[in-house]
């Protein structure tokens, strides 16, 4: 795999957790009239972190299909599911990645995980060669995932660029409450592309939109107004700007200045509230 894809695969290991934030807002009154909205915010955050966090599975499963794990280039905690490769020849692509999760078992991201996660990768240092995940029987904390995923290697030979696309995702709870998943989005590598071996001092800008529909038909969207900025040395996005659209209103959603902190804020109806990543 070269270079710059290669330093794209490992922040994808956390960025995508991060992206579209879990959020948890800090006590305080909410006007009634805030109330149901934000309850939205926080399914619709929450279910995308949930779908986001499988992309730990997909890059680690990926690596394991290059022979990277374990070859002292990068650090990376092991997933507690089981990884097999077909073929196992280094160099006949494509591979057969499935990492397997059995009954369950509580993974390195504390998340309890049961079910398979299956990819095809191709030879992804070759331009426009991608990487399909799809599900089968897999959940995350008693949410059943469908759907795939596919990405594509779009870098030049100055910066790592990945798209990435989801396609017909769809989570279940154990109420059978759904929330189906489309669009797309755009990592730009800004930063640490000469030091290709040292993984931390890389930064990316992450640009594109998310497109849901819940249960009973109403639309959660996210698009990404000012690039989101994440650096491989910061666990959590730092700076960017979004519009979260709620059935045609629309939610600012703040990332912070820059700062390496969990910290930001969401304005509804002319209320600013934090949330913590």
């Given amino acids: 795999m070269n270079n710059p894809l290669k330093s794209s695969l490992l922040f994808l290991a956390t960025a995508l957790l991060l992206l579209v934030t879990g959020c948890q807002k800090d006590a305080g009154p909410i006007p009634p ?16 972190q949930t ?31 089981n990884v097999t490769v077909v073929p196992p020849d280094p160099f006949v ?17 504390g998340k309890f995980k049961a079910g398979k996660v299956i990819l095809t990768v191709g030879a992804i240092w070759e331009p426009n060669a991608t990487i399909t995940v799809v599900y089968d029987g ?10 795939q995923f596919i990405f594509t290697n779009l870098s030049t030979p100055d910066a790592a660029i990945l798209r990435i696309d989801a396609q017909n995702i769809k989570l279940t709870d154990p109420n059978n409450y759904t929330f189906a998943f489309s669009g797309n989005q755009t990592y730009a590598q800004t930063a640490g592309h000469p030091t290709w071996w040292d993984w931390h001092d890389d930064v990316y800008e992450v640009t594109g939109s998310i497109y849901s529909t819940l249960t009973n038909g109403e639309t959660v969207d996210w698009l990404i107004q000012t690039p989101l900025v994440k650096a491989n040395a910061c666990p959590y996005v730092s700076q960017g700007t979004g519009i979260l659209d709620i059935n045609g209103l629309p939610i600012l959603v703040d990332y912070g200045n820059g700062a390496c902190d969990n910290q930001g804020n969401y304005t509804l109806n002319g209320h600013v509230y934090p949330f913590t990543m």
């Avoid at 009239?33 to 995308?48: F, H, I, M, P, R």
């Avoid at 499988?54 to 997933?79: C, K, M, P």
């Avoid at 959940?139 to 469908?146: A, F, L």
């Fill in 138 to 147: 897999y959940s995350e904390n008693g949410v059943k995932v469908e759907g």
């Fill in 33 to 48: 009239a805030d109330e149901a909205t934000t309850a939205k915010v926080k399914v619709a955050l929450a279910n995308q």
């Fill in 51 to 81: 779908i986001l966090s499988s992309f730990h599975i997909a890059q680690w499963g990926a690596e394991n299909a290059n022979g990277l794990v374990g070859g002292g280039v990068e650090e990376r905690s092991d997933t507690c599911g």
């Fill in 93 to 109: 692509f494509p591979k057969l990645v499935t990492v397997d999760f059995g009954s369950g078992c509580t993974d390195a991201d």
